[in-house]
């Protein structure tokens, strides 16, 4: 087990954190089927909210300051958009398609990062990225330019992409965020955030779910709290440029959990660009090109 500052530590982290968030999407993807993406949202978001808040206070939690609360509220406001999108996808699409296509997120989060956190971009991350991009653009054209669009799948390929957009900003909103407020303080405000964005759009959107789909939202909420915590823990240790490639890896968890949950399949196309997404994931992390700051969380 490698030291708590041991520098691939972080990347360890924010790997197992993309995991469990693959494995959520595919418990989402199941609830949003049943009752609509914006009400496994919803319902989620509270779930959430009643795992983090108790622990953060718990543990001596506070009310942020004004500067603080401001990353909270915006970064939370672009998750939620954000996440009714990708959600949206996954009704329409193939898990794995859905990933896929979002993967241009960590490549606008490098510059992202550049422009809003000051940090140079070095060139292990450009060439890692444009490495994972590369073998998502040969999954596309193996798997999903090849096939026959079903119904709603361009509308979903719009929503898939818009999402990564705001994923990216996520990314780097996350990087500010980590700097400054512990995990389940992150945590807490996301979801509780996220339910106050969507909340009045409930009179107009909102069906509840059958027990099954409760099963799938409240499974879902626990991962993505547990995903979030590692998230933060990473970011907090680990420049954004670093970390962001790793977003890649959540192909393979994605072809994984799509066929054990919807027996979707995964083509060669599919395993010569994970081939690739492996490779830009190893050479953007070989290491980092400044030292990130330092930050107890």
């Known amino acids: ?126 060439i890692g990225a444009l490495l994972g991009l590369v073998g998502v653009m040969v999954i596309l054209a193996g798997k999903l330019w090849r096939e026959a669009m079903g119904d709603g799948a361009p509308l979903g390929i719009a929503a898939v992409l818009a999402s990564a957009v705001l994923y990216a900003w996520n990314l780097v909103l996350q990087r500010q965020q980590a700097l400054v407020a512990k995990p389940l303080e992150v945590a807490a405000f996301q979801n509780g955030v996220t339910f106050l964005v969507l909340i009045g759009f409930a009179p107009f959107f909102l069906r509840l779910p059958e027990q099954a789909a409760w099963i799938d939202i409240g499974v879902s909420a626990v991962l993505s709290v547990s995903g979030a915590l590692l998230f933060t823990w990473g970011y907090a240790r680990a420049e954004t440029q670093r970390l962001a490639p790793l977003e890649y890896s959540g192909f393979l968890w994605a072809a994984l959990f799509g066929w054990l949950f919807f027996r979707e399949p995964v083509s060669g196309a599919t395993f010569a660009g994970a081939l690739l997404i492996v490779a830009g994931c190893w050479v953007a992390t070989r290491g980092a090109s400044s030292k990130p700051e330092q930050v107890v969380v």
Request: net charge positive; hydrophobic share 65%; charged share 10%.
């Open 1 to 126: 087990m490698p030291r708590a500052d041991h520098p691939l530590l972080p990347v360890l982290v924010v790997f197992a954190a993309i995991g469990l968030l693959s494995w959520m999407d595919a418990w989402m993807k199941s609830a949003s089927l049943a009752v609509g993406a914006y009400s496994a949202l919803l319902l989620r978001a509270p779930i959430g909210f009643a795992i983090a808040a108790p622990a953060w206070l718990a543990s001596g939690g506070r009310w942020p300051a004004r500067t603080i609360l401001k990353i909270h509220l915006i970064r939370g406001a672009v998750v939620a958009a954000m996440a009714f999108l990708f959600f949206f996808a996954l009704t329409v699409l193939p898990l794995a398609q859905t990933i896929a296509i979002s993967f241009i997120a960590p490549l606008i989060a490098l510059f992202l990062a550049s422009w809003l956190l000051g940090e140079t971009v070095g060139r292990r991350a450009i």
